[in-house]
């Protein structure tokens, strides 16, 4: 089994930055790829970023593009997201994912690629 625990969460304004970690224990594997993907209130699960098993390669969602880096140091088994220049529409719950690497780049953004998720973690910005 793996576990994923988010946290860095919190209020903060717009126009502020903040960082998000996701520590994984049990069955660790720098192989797994691993993302981030955000819920906002009565919206559907989007796809933030993702990060390559070894790191060298990394996906954005559109909106996040040239504002949010994922990163993963897989020695402390752990995944980033800085968030920069945050505004209101980035308020939603980030949850991070883990699971095996897909056989194509465009399976990065879909749910059904990752099997292990964590609890979510509230970030709320405000105006």
């Known amino acids: 089994q793996v576990q994923l625990v988010e946290s860095g969460g919190g209020l903060v304004q717009a126009g502020d930055s903040l960082r998000l970690s996701c520590a994984v224990s049990?069955?660790?594997?720098?192989?797994?790829?691993m993302s981030w993907f955000r819920q906002a209130p009565g919206k559907e699960r989007d796809f933030v970023a993702g990060?390559?098993?070894?790191?060298?390669?990394?996906y954005y969602g559109d909106s996040v593009k040239g504002r949010f880096t994922i990163s993963r140091d897989n020695v402390k088994n752990t995944m980033y997201l800085q968030m920069n220049s945050l505004t209101p529409e980035d308020t939603a719950v980030y949850y991070c994912?883990?699971?095996?690497?897909?056989?194509?780049?465009?399976?990065?953004?879909?749910?059904?690629?990752?099997?292990?998720w964590g609890q979510g973690t509230q970030v709320t910005v405000s105006s």
């Open positions: 994912a883990a699971g095996a690497t897909p056989t194509s780049s465009i399976l990065y953004y879909r749910e059904s690629t990752y099997n292990y």
């Open positions: 049990g069955r660790t594997s720098s192989s797994r790829v």
């Open positions: 990060i390559s098993g070894g790191g060298l390669s990394t």
